[in-house]
């Protein structure tokens, strides 16, 4: 294989990389600077709020009550293993378009954010986003997130409509 073709395959890794130090960094700094608890800036009104807040289980606070073997079993070393998939897959496929390999890539890096805050914080991952929800689905605020989150649901979003929709994210001429 080329250095061109070895470049393609594994240069994405380095998002995974640059995800992981963005949210291991803010979550850092929010802690450190903020209160647990309590809100340190809003902007546009009520919109926006940055906040300190831990959540020791999954999205929306799943499994924050499982028994300790429960909590690592089902969020540490089933993810881990599913990322550790995801990386083998996007280090061997020939499947997936550029673009497709840096959206898994940041899926890889913001799953791994907050397994690393799993592993090593054991009050919870740290959460600091909040924005208004309005109502919509009963909720007032969606539920307070971070930058890996943000990354992997992006990502994901993402991934999914490359995927169903390819000639949409197709360059024209190709």
């Given amino acids: 294989m080329s250095d061109t073709r070895i470049a393609q395959r594994y240069w994405p890794f380095a998002l995974s990389g640059g995800v992981v130090v ?11 600077t903020i209160p ?3 809100i340190a800036w809003r902007a546009l009104g009520d919109f ?4 300190h807040q831990r959540n020791t289980g999954a999205a929306f606070s799943m499994g924050d009550k499982l028994p300790e073997f429960g909590r690592i079993a089902v ?9 550790g998939g995801l990386a083998v ?12 390999r840096w959206l ?8 791994m954010g907050n397994i690393l805050d799993r592993i090593f ?8 986003l909040s924005v208004k929800f ?11 997130f971070n930058v890996a989150d943000a990354t992997v649901v992006v990502c994901g979003i993402l991934l999914a409509a490359s995927t169903l929709f390819p000639k949409l994210f197709t360059r024209k001429g190709k």
């Fill in 104 to 111: 898994v890539a940041g899926i890889i890096g913001g799953g």
């Fill in 75 to 83: 969020l540490i070393v089933l993810p881990l293993a599913i990322l």
């Fill in 36 to 38: 647990r608890g309590s």
């Fill in 134 to 144: 309005y109502g919509l689905f009963g909720l007032e605020r969606w539920p307070t």
């Fill in 48 to 51: 926006f709020w940055l906040v």
């Fill in 121 to 128: 914080r054991a009050d919870g991952v740290v959460d600091f």
């Fill in 89 to 100: 897959y996007l280090a061997k496929t020939r499947e997936l378009s550029s673009l497709q």
């Fill in 22 to 32: 963005l949210d291991q960094l803010s979550k850092f700094l929010v802690a450190k």
